[in-house]
């Protein structure tokens, strides 16, 4: 079954920049897409990037909320997928988890990560 670990969060300024990535172990042609998910206090989790996984074209897709500002990002030989931020806003604030899915687009889940902790604060 699939492991995943997050890292890169931390403290930052309005605009500024984090870069958080996610690496993937276990049975990894058990899914087809990686992908971010954030869930600040009182909000419901919501889906933020997602990138395909084994196919030699990247497909990408965004939440309105982060585009133009974030970057999604694989390294398939690593497993390893990132998530560049850029123009933090106090609205991005909050829990991000990566997670696996059997499908391209992200919309099936197999595993999750556990979280890593954004916070944007001057």
């Known amino acids: 079954q699939v492991q995943l670990q997050a890292c890169g969060g931390g403290l930052v300024q309005p605009g500024g920049s984090l870069r958080l990535s996610c690496v993937a172990s276990?049975?990894?042609?058990?899914?087809?897409?990686m992908g971010w998910w954030r869930q600040a206090p009182g909000k419901e989790r919501e889906r933020v990037s997602c990138?395909?996984?084994?196919?030699?074209?990247?497909?990408?897709n965004y939440a309105d909320s982060v585009k133009g500002r974030f970057t999604i990002s694989r390294d398939n030989a690593k497993n390893t997928v990132y998530l560049q931020m850029n123009s933090l806003k106090s609205e991005d604030v909050g829990v991000y988890y990566c997670?696996?899915?059997?499908?391209?687009?992200?919309?099936?889940?197999?595993?999750w990560g556990q979280g890593t902790l954004v916070t944007v604060s001057s």
């Open positions: 990138i395909s996984i084994g196919y030699s074209d990247v497909r990408t």
């Open positions: 997670a696996a899915t059997i499908d391209s687009q992200c919309r099936v889940v197999r595993g």
């Open positions: 276990g049975f990894t042609l058990d899914y087809s897409g």
